[in-house]
C-alpha cells in the first residue's frame, strides 16, 4: 500500500481502525528525500517523537482531526522553540518564543510538524529563488523553478514529502506554486485564518492557507486552521463551516464567469486552451458560463505591488540587528542599523522597501500609494458586480507554465508582471483556490483558480473537488 | 526696544498616559514601572509576526478627554503608523492617528475669559526607555506600548502664565475623567511647547522652535520665558531663529538643541493595515457621557457663587478631585458650605499636608468628618480637642464619638459641678474678686483660666464664662 | 530617479549601496517605477469611508491584563545586559 498517495480522510481512518500508526505513516513520508531543496529544517527527530505521542492518544480513544498526520510549515510562520527564518540571512537563526495561531491550531488537532519549507526571502517573489538557503526546485522538472514564494510547500506536497503544507498568500504565493507544482492549493479569504505568528510581508493582502494533494484533504486543514483569533484584530468573527460539507457535489447551476482580460495576451496558448476545456467541462456537467470583464486587470499589478511594498517597507523596518536577528557591525547605532540591513537582506527584499518608501514619502504619496489604495476600491466593486451575476470566477493561475531556474527570477519587472492572474483575489480579500487543470508536452502541470465571493471558500472548494474527481493528475513517482 | 513690539506665540502639545489596566494594542500591564522588560510580550517588543489588538477602554478614555474639552467626537476613526527609525521604538514605527483622530476641534476657556482652541486629540502608543550608561545604550520597553493621548493646541497662547494656567487645567480635567493620574514627575504627563516670535502687528507667524518633554509647570514656565528671551535676542540682533527641536535643561535654565528622531522628517504615515477603523455610535457616545463627571471649573463656579466660598478657597478644594468630590459629599449631609470648607483646608487639608494622610486614601467617610464639625460647633467638644481627633481619624479611620468617649473629650455640661468648682475659687481667691470689684477687669481672665483649666472636659467655655459672670454680679 | 531621491530612499529604508550596486538598484528601481506610473493614468479618488472594514466600538478588547512574558524568553534571540536589549553608541544623545 502506498501510504503517501492516500488521502487525509482515509490516512485518519486506518489511524483510527489501528491499521496502521503514525509512525508508520511519518516513515512512509519521511522515507522520500527532499531533493529539491523544499525544506529548510526537517524537525525529524521531533516528528518521530510528536507521532509516538499521537499513537498513544490515539490508542486512548482520542479522536482529532489530524491526530497523527504530519505536515510541513512554511518558514515564515512561527513556531515556538523551533527556528523561523524567513529564508533570509536576517532571520537565520531566529527561534520565535512563541507559536502562530495556526500551529497552535495544528497542534491541538495532533498534527505531526515534519519541518519548515524553503520559500522566497521573506515571501518576496514567484520562484522560491530568493531563499538564503539556496533555490528549491520543481520536483516535475528539478531544472525549472516551483513557483512561490510557498515553493518549498508546494514541492513538499508534490513530491509527497507530507500530505499537506501550510504556505502563505500576499499576491499569488499559494495558488502560483500549486501550479507550478500541480497541486491543490487554497488562499482563504482575508480573515478566515489568523494571521498572528505570520512574519509580516504586506499586512493587508497577507493570508495562510493550504497546500494539498486534493481540494477534499485542503477541506480537512483547512476546518482545523481557520477561525476568529482575538490576537488578529483583522480575523473574521464569522463561524467556520464543515468545508468537507462541500464536497461530493455536482456544478449543475453553478454559473462561472470568465473575465476577457485573463485569457488575452499575457497568458500563454497552453494555458489558455488547458483553462478553457476546464470550462468547457463544467459546462458540460451543467454550469453555466457567464462571460464578463474586468477593466481594472491592467492596472492591478501596479496597485498591487504599490500596496504591498509600502507596508512591506514598514513591516520591515524592525529588523535592526537589537532584538533579533542579524547583527550587524558598526561602533554607533546608526552604522549597526544600516549594517544589519545590508547584510541581512537580500536584493529584492532592498528593492522593494526602497519601492514601498517611495510610495509613502512626502511628495509621492497622493500619486502612488493613494491611488492605488482607490484602485482597490475599484477593484473590489468590479468583484462585486461580477458576482451579481455569477458564483465563482474562473481564471488561468499564471500566464506560462514553471520557468527555467536562471531565466527570468532575476528579472524584477518580468517577475512582477507574472502576478498578474492572481493578485486581484488579494487585493479585494477574496478566497481562491488553485487546481490541475492540464499538461504541457513536456508534462508540466497548469494550474486554474476558482475565486469565490468573501467567506465562500465552500463553493470553490466544492467546484474544485468536482473537477479533481473527474481529472486525471499525473502524480511524482 | 524689541520687548516692547514683539510678542510671543505659543502652542501646545500635551502627552498623557492613560489609566488602562492593560496597555494599548495588547494585555500586558499598564502599570508604571517593574523590573525591566518585566512587563512586556511579544507584540509590545515588536517581535516578528505579532499584532497590535486596540483596547476598548483606551478608546472610552480619549473620548472621555474630547468630552472634557469640549471636542467633537468622531463617529469613524482610524489608526496610522508613523515610521522612524529609533531604539526605544521597537516595531520602528509608531501606531497614531493622523487623518481621523477620536477628538477634532475642543475648547477651553481661561479664568481671564480668553479661549484656547484645541485642534485634536488622538491616540498613540508611549515608546520604551533609554539608558545611556558609559559607551552603550540600554532599552527597556516596559513603557511600551502604555496608551498615550496627544492634545494639540491652537498657537493661542501669548504668555507663560496662559500655557501654565491651561496645562493645570487640562491635567486636573484629565485627573475629574478617571482617565490619567496627572503625574508630571514620573511622565506621565508631559508637555512640548512650541513658540515664535513676531513683530505685535506683523500678520505672519515668526520661525517656531519647539521645546521638547516638559514634565512641570515651572519647567514650562522657565522654559518659556528663556526661549522668549533667547529668540527676542537673536531677532533684536537683526539674526534669524532657526526652526528646531530643543530640550530644557531644569539645571542651567537654558534650553538646547536636540537631535531630531529621523534625520530625513518624513514619517510615511499611512493607515496601519493591522487596525480595522472603528465605528461609534451616538448612542455609546451618550452612555460615556452621562458617566462624565462635573469639571473643576463648573465646580469651581458653583463653589464661588453658589456656595459663597471665596475663590482661593474655592481653587484650592477643586485643584484635588478627591477633595472636591469629599466636598461635595460632605455638603449634602450639611447644610453649611462654607463651615465644611473651612473645616476642610484649614485643618484637614492641613493636617494632610503634614503628612498624616493622602486625600484619595482617606480612611474615613464625609459623614464622620461633618460629624466632627458637628461635636465641635455643636459645642460637644472642645475646639482644642479638633486636631487630636483628626489625627486619630487619618491614622486609625475609627469613629469620631467614639475616639471622643475614648479620650474623654466630650464636655458633660455638669452644671453643679461648674457651680461648685467656681464657688470654690472665688473662696480661694478673694483678693482678686476684691480687686475686679475695683474695676480691675483684666482679673476676670485671671479667674477664667483657672475654672478651664479645673473644669476641662465638664462644661464648654461658654456656660463656665455665663456662671462666673452671674456668680460675680 | 535623481540621486537625491535616491539616497533620501536609502536614508528612510536604513540601506546603503556601494556605487555600482547603486547604479543598479536605481536603474531597476526606475524601470519598475515606470510600471508603477501606469496607475497615474485612470482616474480615480480615495474615500476612506468606502472601505467598509470597520468594526464596531463594541467589539473592541475589553481592558484586563494577562501575565506579561518573562525577560528571558524575550530577550532569547539577543544578548541582553541588566534584562535589557543592548543598543550601541547614540550620536548626539545626554
Not at chain 1, 492591478?300 to 500596496?307: E, N, Q
Not at chain 1, 513591516?315 to 532584538?323: E, P
Not at chain 2, 480691675?440 to 462644661?459: C, I, P, R, T
Request: hydrophobic content about 35%; overall charge negative; glycine content about 8%.
Amino acid at each position: 500500500m502506498e501510504l503517501t498517495k492516500l488521502s487525509i480522510k482515509s490516512m485518519r481512518e486506518k489511524l483510527v481502525s489501528r491499521e496502521i500508526t503514525s509512525a508508520e505513516l511519518l516513515a512512509s513520508f519521511s522515507e522520500r528525500k527532499d531533493e529539491y531543496f523544499a525544506y529548510v529544517t526537517q524537525t525529524s527527530d521531533l516528528a518521530v517523537e510528536s507521532a509516538q505521542v499521537a499513537d498513544l492518544r490515539i490508542a486512548a480513544g482520542e479522536n482529532a482531526p489530524l491526530l497523527g498526520i504530519p505536515g510541513a510549515v512554511k518558514d515564515n510562520i512561527c513556531t515556538d522553540g523551533i527556528k523561523t527564518t524567513c529564508a533570509s540571512k536576517m532571520l537565520a537563526d531566529f527561534i520565535p518564543p512563541y507559536d502562530a495561531d495556526v500551529v497552535q491550531r495544528l497542534k491541538q488537532s495532533g498534527y505531526v510538524l515534519t519541518g519548515k519549507t524553503n520559500m522566497d526571502e521573506f515571501a518576496m517573489g514567484s520562484s522560491s529563488q530568493t531563499s538564503v538557503f539556496g533555490g528549491v526546485k520543481n520536483p516535475y522538472d528539478v531544472t525549472r523553478v516551483p513557483g512561490g514564494s510557498s515553493g518549498g510547500s508546494a514541492a513538499v506536497v508534490a513530491a509527497r514529502l507530507a500530505p499537506f503544507a501550510l504556505g502563505s498568500d500576499t499576491g499569488g504565493s499559494i495558488r502560483q506554486p500549486a501550479s507550478f507544482c500541480g497541486v491543490t492549493g487554497i488562499k482563504p479569504t482575508y480573515g478566515r485564518v489568523s494571521r498572528y505568528g505570520l512574519v509580516a510581508f504586506a499586512s493587508s493582502l497577507d493570508q495562510i492557507g493550504v497546500f494539498t494533494k486534493t481540494a477534499a484533504d485542503s477541506a480537512e486543514v483547512l476546518n482545523v486552521i481557520s477561525g476568529y483569533d482575538k490576537r488578529d484584530a483583522t480575523s473574521a468573527n464569522v463561524p467556520t463551516p464543515d468545508f468537507t460539507s462541500y464536497l461530493n457535489r455536482d456544478v449543475r447551476g453553478l454559473r462561472i464567469a470568465l473575465p476577457d482580460e485573463y485569457f488575452g495576451d499575457t497568458v500563454g496558448d497552453d494555458v489558455r486552451t488547458a483553462v478553457l476545456n476546464a470550462a468547457k467541462y463544467f459546462e458540460e456537467s451543467g454550469a453555466t458560463l457567464v462571460p464578463c470583464s474586468m477593466k481594472v486587470f491592467d492596472y492591478a499589478v501596479s496597485a498591487y505591488y504599490l500596496l504591498a511594498c509600502a507596508e512591506a517597507a514598514s513591516n520591515l523596518s524592525r529588523f535592526d540587528g537589537v532584538k533579533y536577528g542579524l547583527r550587524g557591525e558598526g561602533a554607533t547605532y546608526e552604522q549597526r542599523i544600516v549594517d544589519s540591513r545590508n547584510k541581512g537582506f537580500g536584493a529584492e527584499v532592498k528593492r522593494r522597501i526602497l519601492l514601498g518608501n517611495y510610495a509613502l514619502s512626502s511628495g509621492y504619496y497622493d500619486a502612488y500609494y493613494r491611488k492605488a489604495q482607490a484602485l482597490r476600491q475599484e477593484i473590489i466593486k468590479e468583484y462585486n458586480d461580477v458576482f451579481t451575476k455569477a458564483d465563482i470566477i474562473l481564471t488561468p493561475t499564471a500566464p506560462e507554465p514553471a520557468f527555467k531556474i536562471g531565466s527570468s527570477e532575476n528579472d524584477p519587472i518580468k517577475m512582477f508582471l507574472a502576478d498578474i492572474c492572481t493578485v486581484m483575489a488579494n487585493i479585494a480579500y477574496l478566497p481562491g483556490i488553485n487546481t490541475t487543470c492540464g499538461y504541457t508536452d513536456d508534462g508540466l502541470p497548469i494550474g486554474m483558480s476558482l475565486i469565490g465571493k468573501r467567506f465562500d471558500e465552500g463553493g470553490i472548494i466544492g467546484a474544485a473537488d468536482f473537477f479533481e474527481r473527474n481529472f486525471r493528475r499525473k502524480d511524482i513517482p | 526696544m524689541w520687548s516692547t513690539m514683539l510678542k510671543p506665540t505659543i502652542g501646545l502639545e500635551i502627552h498623557a498616559e492613560l489609566l488602562t489596566q492593560s496597555k494599548v494594542f495588547c494585555t500586558c500591564p499598564a502599570s508604571f514601572g517593574g523590573s525591566e522588560n518585566s512587563r512586556c510580550c511579544p507584540v509590545c517588543s515588536g517581535l516578528p509576526g505579532t499584532l497590535p489588538v486596540l483596547n476598548q477602554k483606551a478608546v472610552e478614555f480619549i473620548i472621555r478627554a474630547g468630552m472634557a474639552t469640549e471636542c467633537d467626537i468622531s463617529l469613524f476613526t482610524k489608526w496610522d503608523r508613523k515610521n522612524y527609525f529609533y531604539p526605544d521604538l521597537p516595531k520602528a514605527y509608531q501606531i497614531s492617528q493622523m487623518p481621523r483622530p477620536v477628538c477634532l476641534n475642543g475648547k477651553v476657556r481661561l479664568k481671564s475669559g480668553k479661549v484656547i482652541r484645541i485642534n485634536r486629540i488622538h491616540l498613540e502608543e508611549d515608546a520604551g526607555k533609554l539608558t545611556h550608561e558609559g559607551g552603550a545604550t540600554l532599552a527597556d520597553y516596559n513603557r511600551c506600548g502604555i496608551p498615550l493621548i496627544e492634545l494639540v493646541t491652537e498657537p493661542d497662547f501669548a504668555s507663560a502664565e496662559e500655557v501654565t494656567e491651561f496645562v493645570a487645567e487640562i491635567r486636573a480635567r484629565y485627573m475629574y475623567c478617571g482617565i490619567s493620574d496627572g503625574k508630571m514627575e514620573q511622565g506621565s504627563l508631559r508637555v512640548d511647547v512650541n513658540i515664535s516670535l513676531a513683530d505685535e502687528h506683523a500678520d505672519t507667524l515668526g520661525t517656531r522652535s519647539e521645546i521638547k518633554n516638559l514634565n512641570s509647570l515651572r519647567s514650562i514656565a522657565r522654559a518659556i520665558e528663556y526661549e522668549t528671551h533667547r529668540q527676542g535676542e537673536i531677532l533684536g540682533k537683526g539674526g534669524k531663529v532657526t526652526q528646531e527641536t530643543l530640550r530644557f535643561s531644569d539645571g542651567t535654565g537654558e534650553t538646547s538643541s536636540l537631535r531630531s528622531k529621523e534625520d530625513a522628517h518624513d514619517y510615511r504615515y499611512f493607515p496601519d493595515p493591522d487596525i480595522p477603523p472603528v465605528l461609534i455610535t451616538e448612542e455609546e457616545i451618550a452612555v460615556i457621557r452621562g458617566t462624565m463627571p462635573e469639571m473643576p471649573s463648573s465646580r469651581y463656579d458653583r463653589y464661588v457663587n453658589k456656595c459663597g466660598i471665596p475663590h482661593k478657597d474655592a481653587e484650592n478644594i477643586v485643584a484635588d478631585k478627591h477633595l472636591s468630590d469629599f466636598f461635595d459629599e460632605a455638603a449634602t449631609l450639611l447644610d453649611e458650605p462654607r463651615k465644611i470648607a473651612n473645616y476642610l483646608l484649614s485643618e484637614l487639608l492641613y493636617r494632610i499636608n503634614l503628612g498624616e494622610g493622602t486625600t484619595d486614601n482617606l480612611p474615613f467617610t464625609p459623614a464622620d468628618f461633618v460629624r466632627v464639625i458637628e461635636l465641635v460647633e455643636g459645642g460637644k467638644v472642645s475646639r482644642s480637642h479638633l486636631k487630636d481627633i483628626l489625627r486619630e481619624m487619618l491614622a486609625t479611620g475609627s469613629k469620631p464619638d467614639s475616639i471622643c468617649e475614648q479620650n474623654n473629650y466630650l464636655i458633660k455640661e455638669d452644671l453643679s459641678l461648674v457651680s461648685d468648682t467656681i464657688d470654690k475659687i472665688l473662696a480661694e481667691n478673694v483678693a482678686a474678686v476684691a480687686q475686679l470689684k475695683n474695676g480691675e477687669q483684666k482679673v476676670f481672665g485671671f479667674l477664667m483660666g483657672k475654672a478651664n483649666s479645673l473644669l476641662k472636659g465638664a462644661a464648654t467655655p461658654k456656660i463656665i464664662k455665663e456662671t462666673l459672670e452671674k456668680k460675680l454680679k | 530617479m535623481d540621486n537625491k531621491t535616491f539616497e533620501h530612499l536609502c536614508v528612510l529604508s536604513k540601506l546603503s549601496f556601494d556605487d555600482e550596486s547603486a547604479e543598479t538598484t536605481r536603474r531597476q528601481l526606475d524601470g519598475i517605477i515606470a510600471l508603477m506610473d501606469k496607475v497615474k493614468a485612470i482616474d480615480l479618488t480615495y474615500d476612506d469611508t468606502l472601505d467598509k472594514n470597520e468594526v464596531p466600538f463594541a467589539s473592541l478588547r475589553a481592558d484586563k491584563a494577562e501575565e506579561p512574558f518573562s525577560p528571558e524568553r524575550l530577550l532569547s534571540n539577543t544578548q541582553p545586559k541588566n534584562d535589557c536589549y543592548v543598543i550601541p553608541k547614540m550620536m548626539n544623545v545626554e
